[in-house]
Every structure is written in C-alpha cells, then in structure tokens.
T-cell receptor, first 115, second 107 residues
C-alpha cells in the first residue's frame, strides 16, 4: 500500500496570507490527524477527522481549520499567517479513530515557512 | 497540562553501552503508550507499543503505572539507533506526544 502523502512538501508564505495543506491517507484509512511539529514543542495535536467529521480539536486558535472529504483525503487551512506558524505540519492516518488504540501512520510533512 | 514528559532533549551514549530514554505521563485513565522513532530524513514511525509487549530492534519498554513511566531501554546501543524518539500517550480521544529525545550513539 502507498503511504500517507502530503502536498506540498514545502511552502513559503508571508504574514497575513492563508495556506491550505493536503493529506491523502493510506487506502482504507478513515481517520486523519494533523500535528504541528516544532523543535521546542515537539508534536502538538491540531485535530482529527473521521468519516468527514471532526472528532477532536487541540488547543489552537480558530485560524487553524480543517476538513475531510468523502474519499478520506483531508485539508488543513491556516488563515492570517503569523511568524510563529512556521513549522512542520504532519498528517497521520489510521484505520479507525484514535479511540480504538490504532497505530498512526505518518506522512513526510509539509514544511511551512512564514516570512 | 503536559501529558507526556521526556526530560532529556539530547542523549549520547557509546556504541555497545546500555541506553534508557525516559518518558513520564500524566493520565488518570487506562493509558495506551507508544514509542515512535524518526531516523534522519525519514518519516515518523511506530517503534513499539506497550500493549504488544514485544521487543523491536532490541528495544523494550515497560509500563509502570505506579511511577507513571514508560521508559525505553536497550542493553547494547548500535550506531543505527541514532534518531529522534518520541513517547506518545493515547487517551482514547487523541494522541499526546512528548517533546522528543535526540539519541546519538557514538562509535
């Protein structure tokens, strides 16, 4: 099976702009989670989608939003970008929601740089 | 509140020496704990989970509910073990990751 794919791999934006990141889960996986990874904070949970519904949301401002499509692909949007949003954004998929104690399979990440 | 704590950001050991990466968690329910590893230029991947009680690449981790710890151990470190290691807690609603420990095995 093909692994989790994320596009684009690299992005450079300026403050105030918005950005959309995409994640395609492993075929058959219906749960997609998003994380922000920074050197000082490690991985911080953004949100999880399962069957097109947001199951959980981490402690991030409303500028961070997401959605999931019927084919389980997911997008994450960040509006009004700030310098502090520069990070590696990771997507992870699993067959079932995280409550079912499934392993998460990670994508390579999208490196976002905000200037 | 920080759910998972990895006190060491950097850890260096010599090849052949024992290695222990510490992980403490905070959760009142029944925890599901994992260790994930990220080798250079590779994606994050599962190393082991406590529920399976297996040894992967010589690594083991025992859940100690009394001390709320899930330390990762290997008796003899190898150069290929150099990587970033993350401890993760699944509460049933979401995963919480520690800030990671960068392990360097010195030849």
């Amino acid at each position: 099976k093909a692994g989790v794919t994320q596009t684009p791999r690299y992005l450079i934006k300026t403050r105030g702009q918005q950005v959309t990141l995409s994640c395609s889960p492993i075929s058959g996986h219906r749960s997609v989670s998003w994380y922000q990874q920074t050197p000082g904070q490690g991985l911080q949970f953004l949100f999880e989608y399962f069957s097109e519904t947001q199951r959980n949301k981490g402690n991030f401002p409303g500028r961070f939003s997401g959605r999931q499509f019927s084919n389980s692909r997911s997008e994450m949007n960040v509006s009004t970008l700030e310098l502090g949003d520069s990070a590696l954004y990771l997507c992870a998929s699993s067959p079932q929601p995280s409550g079912a104690y499934n392993e998460q399979f990670f994508g390579p990440g999208t490196r976002l740089t905000v200037l | 509140a920080q759910r998972v704590t990895q006190p060491e950001k950097l850890l260096s050991v010599f090849k052949g020496a024992p290695v222990e990466l510490k992980c403490n968690y905070s959760y009142s329910g029944s925890p599901e704990l994992f260790w994930y590893v990220q080798y250079s230029r590779q994606r994050l991947q599962l190393l082991l989970r406590h529920i399976s009680r297996e040894s992967i690449k010589g690594f083991t981790a025992d859940l100690n509910k009394g001390e709320t710890s899930f330390h990762l151990k290997k008796p003899f470190a190898q150069e290929e073990d150099s990587a970033m290691y993350y401890c993760a807690l699944n509460t049933g609603n979401q995963f919480y990751f520690g800030t990671g420990t960068s392990l360097t095995v010195i030849p």
